[in-house]
């Protein structure tokens, strides 16, 4: 009788065991898939691990809910608040006077090929700027190392395309202005080579207009062979400056959304679902 009674003792506890491990695969699934969709980028993403922790910080919305979506059903929310900063075992944003949360492609791109990136931005009708502060949607970084570009909105008047050497700004464009985004759907699209000899390019167009094109140039240094990626999402850099700028006036929650962030070898390849 005490034989039988631990055996099913045992079962109960082994169905537990393995109810609970299928329990966390789902999960973990689930998890994985709720920032990954063929819908919104044809390349894997992934959260950048300084970015802040709040779960209302990076997330898979859909169009039935009431959210923009670009093409599709779907779209990435990033939200940043005063304080949403983060860190990682490399980097402190919380000591860098830097807040963020952004996604960033797996891969990383290396060799002297023909890259082209895109990414539909929208500012809600009631997006404010936080500038002073500087706020960086869109950022091509050589990895373990520094960008090469920012798309930005540091004065809240343009989205400014800048091109940068070893983090520092060598070329700053205008894109467009930043009231003329709220309530709508901006394209951006760029074009890269990557090259420490001077033929390599970077070209960016914003909503089908050529905004920067720098040709038979340097643009990745020789500190890292890591390859570049882009990221995307908030980041703001120098949160100190709004309260030198605005006082005491309450700092802005900052909801961005993002669609159609893709990656491939041809313009074709990047630009084929917008509008469906």
């Given at each position: 009788?005490?034989?039988t009674?631990?055996?099913?003792?045992?079962?109960?506890k082994?169905?537990?065991?393995?109810?609970?491990?299928?329990?966390?695969?789902?999960?973990?699934?689930?998890?994985?898939?709720?920032?990954?969709?063929?819908?919104?980028?044809?390349?894997?993403?992934?959260?950048k691990?300084?970015?802040h922790?709040?779960?209302?910080?990076?997330?898979?919305?859909?169009?039935?809910?009431?959210?923009?979506?670009?093409?599709?059903?779907?779209?990435?929310?990033?939200?940043?608040?005063?304080?949403d900063?983060?860190?990682?075992?490399?980097?402190?944003?919380?000591?860098?006077?830097?807040?963020?949360?952004?996604?960033?492609?797996?891969?990383?791109?290396?060799?002297?090929?023909?890259?082209?990136?895109?990414?539909?931005?929208?500012?809600?009708?009631?997006?404010?700027?936080?500038?002073?502060?500087?706020?960086?949607?869109?950022?091509?970084?050589?990895?373990?190392?520094?960008?090469?570009?920012?798309?930005?909105?540091?004065?809240?008047?343009?989205?400014?395309?800048?091109?940068?050497?070893?983090?520092?700004?060598?070329?700053?464009?205008?894109?467009?202005?930043?009231?003329?985004?709220?309530?709508?759907?901006?394209?951006?699209?760029?074009?890269?080579?990557?090259?420490?000899?001077?033929?390599?390019?970077?070209?960016?167009?914003?909503?089908?207009?050529?905004?920067?094109?720098?040709?038979?140039?340097?643009?990745?240094?020789?500190?890292?062979?890591?390859?570049?990626?882009?990221?995307?999402?908030?980041?703001?850099?120098?949160?100190?400056?709004?309260?030198?700028?605005?006082?005491?006036?309450?700092?802005?929650?900052?909801?961005?959304?993002?669609?159609?962030?893709?990656?491939?070898?041809s313009?074709?390849?990047?630009?084929?679902?917008?509008?469906?």
């Amino acid at each position: 009788m005490l034989n039988t009674m631990l055996l099913i003792t045992k079962n109960i506890k082994n169905k537990f065991i393995l109810f609970l491990t299928t329990l966390f695969l789902v999960i973990s699934f689930s998890f994985a898939e709720a920032k990954n969709s063929k819908d919104v980028s044809n390349t894997q993403v992934k959260k950048k691990t300084t970015s802040h922790k709040k779960k209302y910080g990076f997330n898979l919305v859909n169009f039935n809910d009431g959210h923009p979506v670009r093409s599709g059903k779907k779209s990435y929310r990033f939200e940043v608040r005063l304080g949403d900063c983060g860190k990682d075992e490399g980097h402190n944003d919380c000591k860098k006077d830097r807040q963020r949360v952004e996604g960033q492609f797996k891969e990383h791109q290396k060799g002297k090929k023909d890259y082209w990136y895109s990414a539909s931005i929208f500012l809600p009708e009631d997006y404010k700027s936080v500038a002073p502060v500087r706020t960086t949607f869109m950022q091509l970084y050589e990895k373990g190392w520094k960008p090469i570009l920012m798309v930005t909105d540091r004065s809240n008047q343009w989205l400014e395309i800048g091109r940068m050497w070893s983090g520092e700004y060598v070329e700053m464009k205008k894109g467009i202005k930043i009231n003329d985004m709220k309530g709508k759907w901006t394209d951006i699209l760029i074009n890269a080579r990557y090259s420490r000899e001077e033929d390599g390019y970077l070209k960016v167009w914003v909503n089908d207009k050529l905004i920067l094109e720098a040709l038979n140039i340097k643009n990745i240094t020789p500190y890292t062979k890591r390859g570049v990626g882009l990221d995307f999402g908030i980041y703001q850099t120098f949160v100190s400056g709004w309260k030198r700028e605005h006082g005491d006036k309450d700092y802005p929650n900052m909801v961005v959304y993002f669609d159609e962030i893709n990656l491939g070898t041809s313009k074709e390849k990047v630009i084929k679902n917008l509008g469906n």
